[in-house]
């Protein structure tokens, strides 16, 4: 099978992502569909492959992405980019089934979740059968793999358990922390995914896999807080809907309410392997829950997350031909503003550089001062700093309450905060050129949130940043176009 060409859909998200260059160790040629191959510019394993752009919404692409494919990984799903993901989800893997069938590959091989056993039945989970039963509709053999928990650096499930765990200090929780299921790590779903290319008894089938363990999320919750060393009481309640734990989950984690809410809807549903084919079609020795978590954690620490899962908040606007961008990932918030303006980049850093002492923020100068004096009475530094220079700028200065962390001349100003805030932030600028005649101008305000009081600090403030932030951004772009005689826009 060595040399067979490989389709991997979703190679963008967690698991295709991590599943690519495995693949290519095992002497696979592998063919990628994305939306956007820019996504994969950065990927270490992205000239090895070949990309094809298209959509599984947008038939007529398929089948450039299918030609002389053998066997096909489905690894979409619609759960982070579609309010009626359901209906996307099936619309996505009728298509797909339809054209694999037409091109001719010989297997689908796809990763849904476990049923749930019982009358009550999430949208998420119901969606995740759905979908296989649609791909099987296509009459091509489909080995489709359902999984519950799915644990491992960088992980959605994980995620929750790990953002949730570090960061209440007392847990109230609903009942479905008494629901039991059978987390899996991702090193073994890769295994499983890898093994079904050189098993055929495991063709046409339906198979479960789960960890070595059957654990609440009360259990899971425990000993990921033993293994951190923290203490963490937990409390049940009677009755906490799925609304409102959605609520409360989006304001603790990266995850938006809309994310959340049919995600929770599935943790009350008991999933867990009741089929043992797994084990006897393949030998494959699952991890347990706590090796998984360890792993996970190590992977953390050494900065060697591989992949992420994908949008976990993410939205972004134009209004008035400024992009706008909030992102919430591994625990780090970035309110991104983009502008591009007629102007040389040296014009533009002119003014980055310039920020700050008796020149001001560009905006709402009133609102920064006040700020100072807000830090000054917590004990903070407050604005009384200063710079060192009204123009130049060097590692190391003091801008007011902002340190110089980086400065690259021309391209890029990093400021880190030295007031009083609960976590760690930064003020970021960088320039890029786009041509002779344009530049494109980025403002990141990073913070990375330290426990509960991090988390209700950033949202009760980002109405003001907000506000601030795009007129900072705004009036920038009018002293840019000022210092170079041209225009700015999109």
């Known amino acids: 099978m060595n040399g067979s060409l490989v389709l991997v859909t979703g190679a963008t998200g967690y698991v295709g992502g991590r599943l ?3 693949l290519l160790e095992r002497g696979y040629r592998v063919r990628c569909l994305v939306r956007d191959r820019s996504r994969l510019r950065d990927r270490r394993w992205a000239g090895d492959v070949d990309v094809v752009e298209g959509d599984a919404l947008d038939y007529k692409t398929l089948h450039v992405a299918l030609t002389d494919v053998d066997i096909a990984y489905y690894l979409i799903h619609s759960l982070a980019s579609a309010e009626d993901f359901a209906s996307t989800d099936r619309a996505a893997a009728h298509n797909f089934g339809r054209a694999v069938a037409e091109q001719g590959a010989r297997r689908i091989i796809y990763l849904g979740g476990i049923e749930p056993k019982g009358s009550r039945q999430s949208r998420h989970l119901q969606s995740r059968v759905e979908t296989g039963r649609y791909l099987a509709e296509s009459g091509v053999p489909v080995t489709e793999f359902r999984a519950a928990v799915i644990v491992g650096s960088g992980s959605l499930s994980f995620e929750l358990i790990r953002y949730l765990t570090e960061r209440v200090p007392l847990m109230i929780c609903p009942k479905w922390v008494k629901t039991p299921t059978q987390p899996i790590a991702i090193r073994t779903v890769l295994e499983y995914l890898l093994a079904a290319l050189e098993t055929p008894e495991s063709v046409g089938r339906v198979i479960e896999i789960g960890g070595d ?5 009360e259990q899971m919750f425990r000993i990921y807080a033993r293994i951190r060393g923290l203490r963490r009481p937990i409390i049940p309640v009677p009755v906490l809907t799925p609304r409102l734990s959605s ?4 304001l603790i984690t990266p995850l938006s ?4 809410r049919p995600l929770i809807e599935g943790l009350d549903n008991d999933v867990v392997v009741t089929d043992d084919s797994a084990r006897t079609l393949f030998d494959i020795k699952p991890l347990t829950y706590e ?3 360890r792993r996970a954690l190590r992977r953390f620490d050494e900065d060697q997350v591989e992949t992420s899962w994908h949008g976990a908040y993410s939205s972004s606007v134009r209004t008035n031909g400024e992009l706008e961008k909030l992102v919430v990932r591994e625990g780090m918030i970035r309110e991104v503003r983009q502008r591009v303006m007629q102007a040389n980049a040296q014009d533009a850093f002119g003014v980055i550089r310039s920020l700050g002492g008796q020149n001001g923020w560009l905006y709402a100068n009133t609102l920064w001062k006040l700020r100072g004096l807000l830090d000054l009475l917590v004990g903070g530094v407050g604005l009384r700093r200063g710079r060192r220079s009204p ?3 060097r590692v190391g200065d003091v801008i007011d309450f902002w340190r110089v962390e980086d400065v690259e001349p021309d391209r890029l100003l990093r400021l880190r905060a030295e007031m009083k805030v609960p976590g760690d932030a930064w003020l970021q ?4 050129p786009i041509d002779s005649n344009s530049i494109r101008v980025t403002q990141t305000a990073f913070f990375e949130p330290k426990g509960l009081l991090g988390i209700i600090y950033w949202y009760l403030l980002y109405p003001i940043h907000k506000v601030i932030f795009r007129g900072m951004m705004r009036e920038l772009a009018r002293r840019v176009q000022s210092a170079s005689g041209g225009q700015s826009g999109n």
Request: aromatic residues 12%.
């Open 20 to 22: 690519v260059p495995r």
């Open 213 to 217: 363990d059957i654990l609440t999320y």
């Open 247 to 250: 609520l409360w989950v989006g």
């Open 257 to 260: 309410t809309r994310i959340a």
């Open 291 to 293: 090796q998984a978590v």
């Open 391 to 393: 123009t130049e700028v």
């Open 429 to 432: 600028f960088e320039v890029a």
